[in-house]
């Protein structure tokens, strides 16, 4: 609902293009009828801005997974209301199969699968570390993982095939992007402070960015405050003495590049950036509900770290910037996340 999804769905389309393939781009909240998609996208956006112990509750009460019916793969009646446009966009577009990249569109290609509304093949891009029941549907015929051992994991939960795809990143995450050098001037124009990027993601969503700011400055950093599209968050992080908060970037991967660090709240795709830049991240007070649990399983994969407190988020920007392991930098073992194939898969399953 964000702009992450989005950029998963570019990416996929522009590998599809270059192995000589169509590739159509549909968003499943327009779909739905009677504006029904932008008053879920409006919802979601509320809660997570203004209530994120209300998105708590909802993502464990129809998210999360656990023992018995909770565990089970989920459900989600509402899409029925999409089927009829999605089997007209097939049938306009000649399509071999549907990929979604979106845990409603999962459902919903699942559902119709298994009712046989569904003529042809569909794949799931799973874009989350810590898969949740939504994304699961036994009518999909494919599931693209991030890595081997959630594809194993969601063998293990459907009885169906999955297999790991790495992250869809667009060419320009690599380490030494062309911009590097105009943000590191930039950045360390000042007083030399090290940069560390804060992330609140394209909605500009976090909790209590200004103290974090605030405490990066006393440490000795130079707290870069992404806040997306959200004007007023800007403004009010531009008064945090110290601190250089900026709206929408086009260069990420310079900034990121030009930066000691990420702190971030959500282990979603700008996270992924960063590692691709070669740019360690620490997760801190990340947004409840699958921005939390997949905080922690990037950490426990090795491949972020995780800061409980304001001790442990210094502490770790510490470590980072003196020279010590680094999680995030490229180690032989981290490089195959990014080295998987995505149509592949796609050609088989059509073939």
Known sequence: MGSGHDA???ELARRLRLAGHEAVHTD????????????????????????PLLYAGVYTAFFRGGAGPRGQPGSAPLVALAED?????????????????????AQLTGRMRVRERLAVPSAVVITDFAVHRQWLHRGNDLHLCLTAQIARDVRHRLGRPAVACGPLLAERFRPQPAGEA???????????????LMSAGAWGVGRRLDATARLLV??????????????????LLSKVPGTLAMGWVDDMPGLMAACVALVDNAAGQTALEALAVGVPVV???????????G?????????TEYAADSWQLVRSLDRLTSGGPVPGRRAPADRCLFQGDVVGPLEGLCA
Request: hydrophobic share 45%; proline share 7%; with cysteine.
């Open 182 to 196: 105009y943000w590191r001037r930039r950045l360390t124009a000042g007083d030399g402070r090290p940069p560390v």
């Open 283 to 293: 997760a801190y007070r990340p947004i409840p509900g699958h921005g939390a649990e």
């Open 28 to 51: 499943v909240l327009e779909l739905l009828p009677a504006r029904i998609g932008a008053g879920l996208r409006g919802f979601y956006h509320a809660t997570v801005r203004h209530a």
């Open 85 to 105: 446009r999605l089997r007209e966009r097939v049938a306009d577009s000649h399509a071999d199969a549907v990929v979604p990249v979106f845990h409603l569109a």
């Open 8 to 10: 998963v769905a570019a």
């Open 295 to 303: 905080a922690r399983r990037m950490a426990a994969l090795g491949l």
């Open 218 to 235: 006393g440490a000795g950093y130079l707290p870069v405050v992404l806040c997306g599209r959200n004007e007023r968050m800007r403004r």
